[in-house]
């Protein structure tokens, strides 16, 4: 597509339940990553992606949160027994690993987890 | 650890007011530094990438420079439209040069 594409753009999820976050990367881009901003504060690294490994998940905040990528294409978000904590802004954005320009990013899925 | 600073955190221009952002940063080898806009609601919108100390980059009435420690957006006569907050971030050099750390922005508001 023309642009990063994630959804839902919204999600209001119970204590406890689980939810899954969408991001359909830029066509042809093999790098993909996922950032989650917070109310007052910068955007954090969660994991990065390339292909379909990630060789860098060290942002992932517990063992509740997980990620996949398939067909080094759409990647799925997981985040196990949401907790109040987990509300935050989630981006995901993606480019052409080799070149060293800025990412694209997408819209984010604003989670609130009550 | 990477570390990037913005400031301020808010500011309030007039309509034609010329002023400048704050990003000052401390990295172990600086492989870029990134302005990135972003309005409510959307995500970050990329500005400018800038290599190296003395190099500028302009765009409409946007300036960005780079010191060793330091980079300053510069807004010239600044318009609503302007308004936003504007995010900083690096990119180090080594394993991890696919990773941006971000300050935590300033949000710019510019009345008419």
């Known amino acids: 597509g023309a642009g990063v594409s994630q959804s839902p753009s919204n999600k209001v999820t119970e204590k406890g339940k689980d939810v899954e976050l969408r991001c359909d990367p830029i066509?042809?881009?093999?790098?993909l990553y996922w950032y989650r901003q917070s109310l007052g504060q910068g955007l954090e690294f969660l994991i990065y992606?390339?292909?379909?490994?990630?060789?860098?998940k060290s942002g992932l905040p517990s063992d509740r949160f997980s990620a996949e990528r398939t067909g080094g294409s759409v990647s799925t978000l997981t985040i196990q027994r949401t907790q109040q904590e987990d509300s935050a802004v989630y981006l995901c954005?993606?480019?052409?690993?080799?070149?060293?320009?800025?990412?694209?990013f997408g819209s984010g899925t604003r989670l609130t987890v009550v | 650890e990477d570390q990037v600073t913005q400031s301020p955190e808010a500011l309030r221009l007039q309509e034609g007011e010329s002023s400048s952002l704050n990003c000052s940063y401390t990295?172990?080898?600086?492989?870029?530094l990134f302005w990135y806009r972003q309005d409510p609601g959307k995500g970050p919108e990329f500005l400018f990438t800038?290599?190296?100390a003395g190099e500028e980059k302009e765009k409409e009435r946007l300036k960005a420079t780079l010191t060793k420690k330091e980079s300053f957006l510069h807004i010239t006569a600044p318009k609503p439209e302007d308004s936003a907050t504007y995010l900083c971030?690096?990119?180090?050099?080594?394993?991890?040069?696919?990773?941006?750390?971000f300050g935590k922005g300033t949000l710019l508001t510019v009345n008419p």
């Open positions: 954005a993606s480019n052409a690993a080799r070149k060293l320009y800025g990412y694209t």
């Open positions: 066509s042809g881009h093999t790098a």
């Open positions: 992606f390339q292909g379909n490994s990630a060789p860098d």
């Open positions: 990295v172990s080898g600086l492989r870029g």
């Open positions: 800038l290599y190296s």
């Open positions: 971030a690096v990119q180090a050099q080594g394993g991890s040069n696919y990773k941006l750390t």
